[in-house]
């Protein structure tokens, strides 16, 4: 997918970006919407926490089966269901809170439907869905990259953006957060392309295809932990 003349005007002027852009190749995001309603992708957010894909989506077929014939529940059903059989399926009692938490939220209208989500802005999303119990802002983030397809999220905090942006503007360490984002000021309103390139120049560098960065910018970078040093035995113990 060609990268917009609007974007490739902004991208553009920052020689790394623009090296990295080429070297990638086509910007290549996904192609459809997902048809999740925002309390269903929450819900499937929440089982994928600290597990691999598999395991979780077992999780969640046994979950979803509690209710057949429905292809998904409705928040009413999960907020009714009885713990014992929640964590049956295979939630942990932290998820199970988590997803009674988002069903109540649903219910009361803090986690919106699919329509009015696509009403509110980036920030407005933000500040709903990390109002649910377990839910932070690189999920949100995610949802609003991937599902909702928003063209300028770029999530700071993403362990492969910021690998990706070390690697590919030649830094001696991790940049924060605060100042990955300053930088990232320049990308705007394409930053969700931005971090899709960042997140490619990881696989470039594994391959020894990543363009040398000429001159890395002076950011902050992110502090590293020292490892304490064990103390001495004494020659007298």
Partial sequence: MPITR?????LYTDPTMAGLIAAAGPYRPPHERTLHSPFQSLARAIAHQQLNGIAAE????????LFAPASFPEPRQVLAADDARLRAVGFSFAKIKSLKDLAAKAIVGIV???DE???????????????????GRWTVEMLLMFQ??????????DFGVRTGFRLAYGLKGMPTPKALA???ERWKPH???AAWY??????????????RCRRPPRIALQAVARKRARPRRSSKA
């Fill in 6 to 10: 609007a974007a490739r005007r902004i």
């Fill in 58 to 65: 077992r999780i969640l077929g046994r979950f979803v089966a």
């Fill in 112 to 114: 919106p439907s699919g």
């Fill in 117 to 135: 989500l696509s009403l509110l802005t980036d920030a407005e999303i933000i500040e709903r869905l990390t109002a649910v119990r377990g839910i």
């Fill in 148 to 157: 909702m397809q928003r063209p300028d999220v770029l999530p700071v905090d």
């Fill in 182 to 184: 300053e930088f990232g």
């Fill in 191 to 193: 930053r969700s392309i």
């Fill in 198 to 211: 960042l997140w490619r120049a990881v696989e470039l560098a594994r391959l020894g295809s990543l363009p």
